[in-house]
Each structure stands twice: as C-alpha cells, then as structure tokens.
C-alpha cells in the first residue's frame, strides 16, 4: 500500500523541483542519463558509477522479482532516500548534485550493494 | 516502558498471590502427576485437608523449582501479535511452572547453567506503532522477575518468525549476540554481565549466530561458505570465510540445531540431507554429509518438514528429525514422525509416530533425555520417551501459536 502511494505521489509531483538543492534529487520523465545501473540476477550490474557533479544515474530491473535503490542517511545524503521497489523493465533515476561517494543498497535485499562516485 | 512492564508484572503477581496455601505447596514440589491422580485433584485433596485441620490460607508469591535439565521453555510469537509470551515448563511433571511476557518477534535464550533466561525483545509505545524500542530483558528462572534491561540502540533488530540461532549466548553465558538484517547485515554485542549494549560488528552476507567460544562465532553465508568472526579486544574484530560446503541447489532450513557445548551444527536441507560441522575446535570441520531418508523414501514423497525441524542429543550423538510425505513447497506444514538417527554413522535407530501435528522438537540433554514435540495448531507440547517412542505426558493450552522449543544443557 505504502509503495503504492508513494508511486502515485511521484507521478503527481515535480519532485525535481520540490528537491531542489539538496545532494540527490529525483527525476522523473525523459532524462539523459551520464550512468545506467542494471538489476539482474539480485546484482546491480555495474555496483560502481562514477559520475559528474549535476549528472544523473537511471536504474533499470531487468527482472520480475521487485528491487530499489535505498541511500541510508549519512555522507552526502542528509536523510534516507529511498526509492519505490522496481518491478521488471522499471526505471528509476536520480541526479547528484554534490561530489562525495555515495553508498547504496536495496532495501529487502541488503546484501545487494553499489556505490556512485561524484567527482 | 519499563513502568507500564511493571506494572502490569505487578498485576500478574497480584493474580498470583491468590493461589492458596495448599495450592502453593504443590505448586512449589511440582511433583510429578501420578496416573491415578490428576495435579488438580491431589491440590483439591490438599486443599480439603488443609481447612478440615482449620488452617488458614496465607497467599504468596510463589517460586519455580530450581532449573534443571527437564526445563523446557516453549515461546509463542502468537503468529505476529505485538506481544508475545514464554511458558516455563517442568517436563518431569509436564506442567506450567511460570510465564514471561515478551514483546513483537522476540528471539529466547536460555543461559547453559540454567541461572537466567533472556528476551531479546521489541516494543513500541503505543501498542504496534509509536516510538519503536528493542532492548535485551534478562529473567530469574525462578522467580521471572527481570534482573537487567539493557536497551539496544537505534531499533536494531531483526524482526522475523523466531530462528533460535539468530539469538545467541556464548558458552560463559556474558555476552548476547544478536543478528542486525538492514540496513546491513550485523550482530549486535551485549554484555550480560555488566549490563550494557556493546557494539554491532560489521559482517558480510551472512544469517545465524553459534559461538564456537567465548571469543568467536560462526555465521552461514550467502555463498555457501560459512564466516568465522573473532571478537577482538577494543573492537578489532575479524572475519574469515571458510570454503564453501554446500551447493546452490542444498536449500538449508532455518532452524538447524546447534549444540554448543561440543560444537556441533546439524543442518539439515529440504530433501534430508543432513550437513554436520564440528566447531568445537574453532575452525569449521566438515563431517560427511548424511542422509535421513532413502531414496526410495524420497521418491514416495517423504521429506523434512515443520518450524523446528531437528534436535540433537549431544550425550548420545543422535539427531531427531521431523519428516513426512508432503507436497513440495510444503517445507513448513507439521509433521507426523520424527526419525532418531546416530549421527556418527547416519543410521537410522528409530522412526517414532507422533500421532499429532507437529512442528517443533527438542530434547532434554540429560543421559536418558525426554523428546519435545510441539503441536503449533493443536497448542500443546507433548512430551515422548525416545527410547521406547512412546508418549509420556502433554502440555496444552500454550498459549496462541507456540513454536520454539529451548532448553539447556546443564
Ligand atoms: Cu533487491
């Protein structure tokens, strides 16, 4: 139910703009991605990005079984972001707005973990 | 919290206390219920003798008998409520001799010379929602009165259908370890002893906790492997993987049974196969893998299956396991029989029909031990002699969904 929501307040907001000025925003609609991470097989794929100040990260599940991105508060993230869970062929992307290393996982499946380098 | 607990503790005792005196003295021996009188009839005989010599009633709060190795504690999570509860039970005399509350999904420990037992608990303050607190309850055995409430810090624990081994002492019974599942996996350090919630150690992708020592403990990972973390002093804690010892395909259970005091893991796969690992030494030590049931049986269908699927006797290196015919995906549904095996050889000794449903099992680690088999639908533990594989007494009205059995090895 919750994720449900949260899929529809993303739909109805222009989150980009709400978020505006912190270290990670969303961005929602066509975007020109500097880095695609792809989930397969409980991976992401490419687990290291490195990206440019202002550039934006998509991630993709390739899989039926529902995965996200989830960033624990703590480094250049002031407070968790966490994604809504994926299903297959979903997208999700989010721009950086500050360098710094930013660690992830996904939330059901913790030992699933990446990082984006912003330089 | 801790006032609301107490209070409410007080409003147990006060309940208590209502027991009369001849009840009490009955209560206190826990004798053990001979066939031609029930416990309630010898108390109601006791009682009458009692007010025809004119005694009067003089309540008190009574106390369990001493912990020895027939204690049995059996936990009901009450399939996912909020609160939860432990019953204290003599298996000599199969009865009730105390109850502690506990809170949503929380993991019991019993320490190996009986002194205490624990809870890992959680609680929030309004009920299932509000201000989330875990915190570590340590219990007298006798009198269930709390003696330390160590509170752990930043909600860390892993809320899920109690696995014993995701709680564990280590053999001095001075130190709680407790896994962490997210944001990353972990096990948490409490110090029994001195009251306080250490530190949480950083592990890799890996479940379960069993002390081999008082300074390390071994985890089952992701890959098959198994993690060896060493407890250093000041913090400086280590990790080694051992080689990985079963294939992807060897889907081991939740509930393996792990005998501290000599070290040996019993681990169990959906189809039989048995895994043993002997840590007694601190390295992993691999023993040959076994199988509990025949090809033949496999083929009709047979196969582990419950909450607690197996026990080990350290005593007599014999495994009980829970078997029966089942559909595949029905890992979790009771079972029917429990198969005695000698772990040395893999041999079959025995194959005891239950005659109930049931999930659980345990066993007394005394020379001549008392085999648990608890009924999760039916509410009861019933209790068998292995040896002649016969039912010797029963348990019920345990509470709303009772699943784990722990005893300890005294
Ligand atoms: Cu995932």
Redesign the pocket.
């Known amino acids: 139910m919750r994720s449900i929501l949260f899929a529809a307040v993303l739909a109805a907001l222009p989150l980009a703009a709400a978020h505006a000025g912190e270290a990670v925003e969303v961005v929602t609609g066509a975007t020109a991605s500097a880095a695609d991470v792809k ?1 397969a097989k ?1 991976k992401f794929q490419t687990p290291e990005v490195k990206i440019k100040v202002g550039e934006t990260v998509t991630w993709t599940n390739t899989e039926p ?4 991105v989830h960033f624990k508060a703590g480094g250049p993230v002031e407070k968790d972001v966490e994604g809504p869970m994926l299903r297959a062929n979903q997208t999700y992307s989010l721009k950086f707005n500050a360098p710094g290393t930013y660690n992830y996982i ?4 913790p030992f ?1 973990t990446g990082k984006v380098i912003v330089e | 919290m801790t006032h609301a607990y107490r209070s409410t503790r007080h409003a147990l005792r006060t309940g208590t206390a209502l027991a009369g005196a001849a009840a009490l003295a009955a209560l206190l021996l826990a004798t053990p219920v001979s066939a031609a009188e029930s416990h309630g009839a010898a108390m109601a005989r006791e009682a009458a003798a009692h007010l025809a010599a004119g005694k009067e009633d003089d309540p008190t709060v009574v106390k369990a008998p001493e912990p020895n190795a027939r204690r049995v504690y059996v936990y009901d999570a009450k399939h996912f409520a909020a609160i939860s509860q432990q019953f204290i039970i003599d298996g000599d005399s199969a009865r009730v001799i105390g109850m502690a509350d506990g809170g949503f999904m929380a993991n019991p420990v019993v320490a190996s010379d009986g002194s205490f037992f624990a809870l890992a608990n959680t609680v929030f303050s309004r009920i299932a929602r509000g201000q989330r607190t875990d915190y570590v309850e340590v219990l007298d055995p006798r009198t269930t009165d709390p003696i330390a409430d160590i509170a752990l810090p930043d909600a860390p624990r892993f809320l899920v259908g109690t696995y014993p081994w995701m709680t564990a002492l280590t053999p001095n019974n001075k130190t709680m370890l407790f896994y962490q599942f997210s944001p990353n996996p972990a096990v948490g350090v409490v110090d029994i002893a001195g009251k306080k919630f250490d530190r949480l150690i950083t592990v890799p992708d890996c479940y379960h906790i069993f002390p081999a020592n008082d300074q390390s403990f071994f985890m089952h990972c992701r890959d098959g492997s198994l993690a060896k973390v060493t407890m250093g002093a000041d913090g400086k804690d280590e990790v080694k993987k051992t080689e990985i010892f079963h294939k992807e395909s060897d889907h081991l259970i939740n509930h393996p049974a792990y005998s501290p005091k000599n070290g040996r893991l019993v681990w169990p796969t959906y189809t039989g196969k048995l895994f043993q690992i002997d840590l007694s030494s601190g390295d992993a030590k691999f023993l040959p893998t076994v199988e509990a049931l025949t090809d033949e049986e496999r083929k009709d269908g047979w196969a582990p299956g419950g909450w607690q699927q197996v026990a080990y006797h350290r005593a007599t290196d014999r495994i009980y396991l829970l078997v029966d015919q089942r559909a595949p995906s029905r890992h979790k549904a009771p079972s029917r029989f429990a198969l005695v095996i000698d772990a040395k050889t893999g041999k079959r000794i025995k194959k005891i029909e239950l005659g109930h449903e049931i999930d659980s099992l345990g066993v007394s680690q005394d020379a001549t031990p008392q085999l648990y088999a608890l009924s999760t639908g039916a509410r009861t533990l019933f209790i068998f002699d292995p040896e002649t594989g016969m039912e010797t007494g029963k348990v019920d009205q345990l509470g709303a969904g009772p699943q784990v059995i722990t005893t300890a090895d005294m």
């Open positions: 989930i409980m079984l529902p995965h996200n996904c939330t059901p499946h699933m």
